[in-house]
């Protein structure tokens, strides 16, 4: 299986909470990421967490790692239309590459 | 003010053709990288330069040939351009080549080839 796996698509309601989640195989993970890609743009860091941290939140965005499950979540609270878009989460390793393993991304769809 | 840019935005070209793609950061960073993005969205390393040398090179066929002039620029030149290289290219950048690095991409350069 692949390193990191994402779920391809999301749909939501404008106003509900998004919850995008993600499962890495490495457990000497050192950093996780979210990117978050718009139709015909680049990748976009949007948060990232330390993996001795177990939650992070920046205004709508709610990062939360398990690490016992290897399993991180991004939680976007009142979703709206500008969110939509390609959503990666990506992780680094102690003692690896410093180049992020990137998931395949989950497509979030925002619908009125 | 963009930081990183890369041109051309779209290029078409036929199968045996040799095509580059540029790259630049305004940043002050580093360390640079080209990423390819295939039609399943699956996001690949080919290289990475730091202060112009070359520190990671992927299993990325030898018709593909990164260059770096100065830490500002990376260009990527494709030889003999086959129908599989077909994909998005992103070139990115961060302030250093280590962990937790935060990487900015560029726009990305869609690259179709008949």
């Known amino acids: 299986g692949e390193d990191v796996e994402q779920s391809l698509f999301l749909s939501v309601r404008e106003g509900d909470s998004s919850v995008i989640n993600c499962t890495y195989t490495?457990?000497?993970?050192?950093?996780l990421y979210w990117y978050k890609q718009e139709p015909g743009a680049g990748l976009q860091l949007l948060t990232y967490?330390?993996?001795?941290?177990d939650m992070k939140q920046d205004q709508r965005l709610t990062v939360l790692l398990n690490k016992k499950d290897k399993h991180l979540s991004l939680r976007i609270a009142d979703t709206q239309t500008g969110d939509s878009a390609i959503y990666f989460c990506?992780?680094?390793?102690?003692?690896?590459?410093?180049?992020?393993?990137f998931g395949r991304g989950t497509s979030l769809i925002v619908h009125p | 003010d963009t930081a990183v840019s890369q041109t051309p935005k779209y290029l078409v070209t036929q199968m045996g053709n040799d095509k580059s793609i540029k790259c630049e950061q305004n940043?002050?960073?580093?360390?640079m990288y080209w990423y390819k993005q295939d039609s399943k969205k699956f996001l690949k390393i080919m290289f990475s330069?730091?202060?112009?040398?070359?520190?990671i090179n992927e299993t990325v066929p030898n018709r593909f040939s990164p260059k770096s002039p100065d830490k500002a620029h990376l260009n990527l030149h494709i030889n003999s351009l086959e129908l599989g290289d077909s994909a998005v290219y992103f070139c990115?950048?961060?302030?250093?080549?280590?962990?937790?690095?935060?990487?900015?991409f560029g726009p990305g350069t869609r690259l179709l080839v008949l």
């Open positions: 990115a950048s961060s302030l250093g080549a280590g962990s937790g690095e935060t990487q900015y």
């Open positions: 490495d457990s000497s993970s050192t950093y």
């Open positions: 967490i330390f993996s001795n941290m």
């Open positions: 990506a992780e680094t390793v102690s003692g690896g590459s410093y180049i992020p393993t």
């Open positions: 940043l002050g960073h580093d360390t």
């Open positions: 330069y730091n202060n112009k040398e070359l520190i």
